[in-house]
């Protein structure tokens, strides 16, 4: 893409971002209406926002013919972070709410036919038989009911089995030994800054998924944001493993 048509581009995601999370009755129904005019442009955009995915993905082990379930996967854009290990897995299932996203995840379908998209909530749905490996990949944050997101996740998996999640986050103001602080700026900027687009940054749910996880692995980190280049995000990489 050219600079000036990518420019173009990210103009017309800013103005959907500005706009902020349209209201409506059903949640699916106001992702649909936030999304849809960003979904051509939605991994170009996001490739310089939602850091830490492919770190996160080259960390989970993968078996041969191995059952992935990506979680409020969105157009499916995990799957190829896997580069030629996604040959080991046998079915890679991107469940979303959002249809125009999931579009862009049956079009990459054609490149990796053990995809499949579901239109579906990440709260309830359930795999036909228990999986390998749960990503949950900015997910947690917008997802209304994300403590049944994260039980919901861990049932499907096998023992042994691994959610490996990555997000943004605040932490609490006095957090947990061992845990990053962030100071009162971080902690008010950030929730307010993407509360505009129904993102939810606290401290509770990566609290929530140590918990769900007690034997796992945990990095802390901050990216940068487009078009906000003095100021830093905070994200973590988790990778959790079931009992």
Known sequence: ?????????????????????????????????????????????????????????????????????????????????????????????VVDLCEPLLERARARGVRYPQL???????????PDAPVDVVILSYALTMIPDWQAAIANARAMLKPGGMLAAVDFHVSAAAPVAGREHHGWF??????????????????????????????????????TVPYLPLLHVPYYRFLGYRP
């Open 1 to 93: 893409m050219r600079r000036l048509d990518a420019l173009q581009a990210d103009i017309g995601v800013l103005r959907a971002v500005l706009r902020g999370m349209p209201p409506g009755p059903a949640h699916a129904q106001r992702l649909a209406a936030f999304y849809a005019p960003q979904a051509v442009d939605y991994d170009r955009f996001r490739e310089r926002l939602l850091h830490g995915r492919s770190a996160l993905v080259q960390g989970i082990p993968l078996g041969s013919a191995a059952r992935v379930v990506d979680l409020g996967g969105g157009t499916g854009r995990n799957i190829e972070f896997f580069g030629a290990r996604a040959q080991r897995i046998a079915s890679y299932e």
């Open 116 to 126: 499949r998209a579901i239109e579906a909530d990440a709260t309830r749905w359930q």
């Open 186 to 223: 971080t902690r008010a900027f950030w929730p307010r800054w993407f509360g505009h687009d129904g993102v939810v940054l606290d401290a509770q749910r990566l609290d929530a998924l140590c918990e769900a996880f007690p034997r796992h692995d945990l990095v802390e980190a901050r990216a």
